[in-house]
């Protein structure tokens, strides 16, 4: 079965640092989003992806994060300066179509812990 | 703007008891609905979803789901619980014409053998 696959599983990170987390999505998947779960808290949407650029943003998104498709495989999602608050587990999902009849896939996640 | 009720942060229940979550959403359009389930240190699989049609739902290792639009709700239901469903359980919901998923908080299910 086709999977997402993020890399790292874990990273750690000192605040201010940059960070790329990255995904690889199904290959014939067309839109692509990011949600992260703070500990304890529920799965928050960021940002979702589509023909090369940004769909949609929450107000989490704000200017310190930014995402890229650099290669056509690859999905990343970057921030700038981290701040504790980002420490998070952050999951990348892909889907076939954006508002039609599919659920999503979501990669594994990557822990992000700011310290 | 969209939202996701999960009435029970945590649940623990006895291995063959039955289980019902809640889960109640508020969107006063058509609703495409997911119950996805994320296993201790693992990511999240989709359990169910609901887009049109019956809207009794069954998924994947003996759950269901039945979705009451009278009341916005479409809670999950699982006859006899084993040991191995031991998960935090989402409910979401994707309304409208956006292409995000909207999820409640979690309800964390806890099995005794």
């Known amino acids: 079965e086709p999977e997402v696959t993020q890399t790292p599983s874990h990273q750690v990170t000192q605040m201010g640092q940059e960070v790329i987390l990255r995904c690889v999505p199904i290959s014939n998947h067309l839109y692509f989003y990011w949600y992260r779960q703070i500990l304890g808290q529920k799965v928050e949407f960021l940002v979702s992806?589509?023909?090369?650029?940004?769909?949609?943003k929450s107000e989490i998104f704000d200017d310190q994060f930014s995402v890229e498709r650099p290669d056509g495989s690859n999905f990343t999602l970057k921030i700038r300066s981290t701040k504790l608050e980002d420490s998070a587990m952050y999951f990348c999902?892909?889907?076939?179509?954006?508002?039609?009849?599919?659920?999503?896939?979501f990669g594994s996640g990557t822990r992000l812990t700011v310290v | 703007a969209q939202s996701v009720s999960q009435h029970n942060h945590h649940v623990i229940l006895s291995e063959a008891a039955s289980l019902e979550l809640g889960c109640n959403y508020s969107y006063g359009g058509t609703v495409n609905l997911f119950w996805y389930v994320q296993y201790p240190g693992q990511h999240l699989q989709l359990l169910l979803k609901y887009f049109s049609g019956d809207p009794l739902v069954k998924g994947i290792k003996g759950f269901e789901a039945e979705f009451i639009k009278s009341k916005f709700s479409f809670n999950l239901r699982k006859p006899s619980v084993q040991w191995s469903d031991t998960a935090e359980y989402f409910c979401a919901v994707k309304g409208g014409s956006q292409g995000n998923l909207i999820f409640g908080k979690g309800t964390k299910l806890s099995v005794k053998p």
């Open positions: 992806f589509y023909n090369n650029e940004i769909s949609e």
């Open positions: 999902a892909s889907s076939e179509q954006g508002a039609g009849n599919y659920g999503y896939t």
